[in-house]
C-alpha cells in the first residue's frame, strides 16, 4: 500500500466514549502531522511529530491526546468529545518538517460526535 | 494576525479557463502552496512557489507576487473533473503552514 492510509474512514460516538484514529504513512518520511477541517474553515494544525518527537501542540483541549510510537505511525485518542469536535480529521507526512518540505495527507477520518 | 483570503466559491464552464486568487498577510514567508481536495478525499498538493513568477505544470499554472502578498492558481481547459476544492496555504516564518479556508470551484458543462 502507498501513499498515507487513516482508519476508520467514518467514526460515530457518544459524547462519553472513548475511541482512536489511525494514520499510517508508506512514503518513509519524518514528519507527521494532525488536522481537523470543519466546513467552510480553514485547516487547523493540531499537532506535530518530527522523527517521533511531538514539536507542535496548538492549544488543543486534553480530550485529545496524540501518540507517535513510529515514524511511519501515528493516532489521535479521543475521549469525552462535544458535539463541535465533529469534522473531519486529516493525517498528513512530510519528509523531514523543514524549510522545503510538502505535506502528503490521508483522506481523513469523518469524525460524528452525538 | 495571519490571514489567507480566497473566494469561497466560483463556477466555469468545462473547456474555458478560471484564475482562482490568493491574498495573504502573514508573519514571515517562506513559500506558497496550492492543493487540489475532491469532496470526501485527501488533499493533494499541486504547486510550490517562493519566488516571484509563473510556474507552469500541464494545464495548472501558478504565480506569485510576494511584494503584493498575492498567488493565483489558474486552470485551462477545464475538465469536469476539476470541479474540487482549492487550497492555497503559506508557510510563515516559523514553517507552520496558514491555510485559507479553500474556493470551491464548480464546472458546468
Known amino acids: 500500500e502507498t501513499g498515507v492510509t487513516q482508519t476508520p474512514r467514518h467514526l460515530v460516538m457518544g459524547m462519553t466514549n472513548k475511541k482512536s484514529l489511525k494514520c499510517e504513512q508508506h512514503l518513509g518520511h519524518n514528519a507527521m502531522y494532525w488536522y481537523k477541517q470543519s466546513a467552510k474553515k480553514p485547516l487547523e494544525l493540531m499537532f506535530v511529530?518530527?522523527?517521533?518527537?511531538?514539536?507542535e501542540n496548538n492549544s488543543v483541549p486534553s480530550r485529545f491526546s496524540p501518540e507517535c510510537p513510529n515514524s511511519s505511525h501515528l493516532f489521535l485518542h479521543l475521549h469525552t468529545l462535544q458535539p463541535e469536535d465533529s469534522a473531519l480529521y486529516l493525517c498528513a507526512s512530510s519528509p523531514s518538517g523543514g524549510e522545503a518540505d510538502t505535506q502528503y495527507f490521508g483522506p481523513g477520518t469523518r469524525l460524528t460526535v452525538l | 494576525g495571519q490571514n489567507i483570503d480566497q473566494p469561497t466559491e466560483m463556477t466555469a464552464t468545462e473547456g474555458a479557463i478560471v484564475q482562482i486568487n490568493c491574498t495573504y498577510q502573514t508573519s514571515g514567508f517562506n513559500g506558497l502552496f496550492w492543493y487540489q481536495q475532491h469532496a470526501g478525499e485527501a488533499p493533494t498538493f499541486l504547486s510550490y512557489n517562493v519566488l516571484d513568477g509563473l510556474e507552469e505544470k500541464g494545464r495548472f499554472s501558478s504565480f506569485l507576487s510576494r511584494s503584493k502578498g498575492y498567488s493565483y492558481l489558474l486552470l485551462k481547459e477545464l475538465q469536469m473533473k476539476d470541479s474540487a476544492s482549492y487550497l492555497c496555504?503559506?508557510?510563515?516564518?516559523?514553517?507552520?503552514?496558514?491555510w485559507g479556508a479553500g474556493t470551491k470551484l464548480i464546472i458546468k458543462p
Open positions: 496555504a503559506v508557510r510563515d516564518s516559523n514553517y507552520q503552514l496558514i
Open positions: 511529530y518530527n522523527f517521533k518527537e511531538q514539536t
